[in-house]
């Protein structure tokens, strides 16, 4: 079992920045690949960022390449999302995913693929 528990929402205006943790309970973090999703209100879950368990890989949609950035801490067993450049459409509750995996480079990037969920924290972009 393992607990995930997200810190680093906020208020923020456009043009600015913002760096979600997630912190994981259990051993052996670095078995589990990472996912970012958010879900703003009467929108479905959208999938943000994905980070394998050696955290060599990712993997982004269009919708944030190139201003997010996830990465993570083995040592720590925290995965971040660095937001720049956030944008009124960033509005959302974003939640950090896990799945146990074998091999260190995979990437999962359907919600439906992972067994574990944090609760979740709010952004809110200001236009």
């Known amino acids: 079992q393992v607990q995930l528990v997200e810190s680093g929402g906020g208020l923020v205006q456009a043009g600015g920045s913002l760096r979600l943790s997630c912190a994981a309970s259990?051993?052996?973090?670095?078995?589990?690949?990472m996912g970012w999703f958010r879900q703003a209100p009467g929108k479905e879950r959208e999938f943000v960022a994905a980070?394998?368990?050696?955290?060599?890989?990712?993997n982004y949609p269009d919708s944030v390449k190139g201003r997010f950035t996830a990465s993570r801490d083995n040592a720590k067993n925290t995965v971040y999302l660095q937001m720049n450049s956030l944008r009124p459409e960033d509005t959302a509750v974003y939640s950090c995913?896990?799945?146990?995996?074998?091999?260190?480079?995979?990437?999962?990037?359907?919600?439906?693929?992972?067994?574990?969920w944090g609760q979740g924290t709010q952004v809110t972009v200001s236009s």
């Open positions: 995913a896990a799945r146990t995996t074998y091999y260190s480079d995979i990437l999962y990037l359907n919600g439906d693929d992972y067994t574990y």
């Open positions: 259990g051993r052996t973090f670095s078995r589990y690949a």
């Open positions: 980070i394998s368990g050696g955290g060599g890989r990712t």
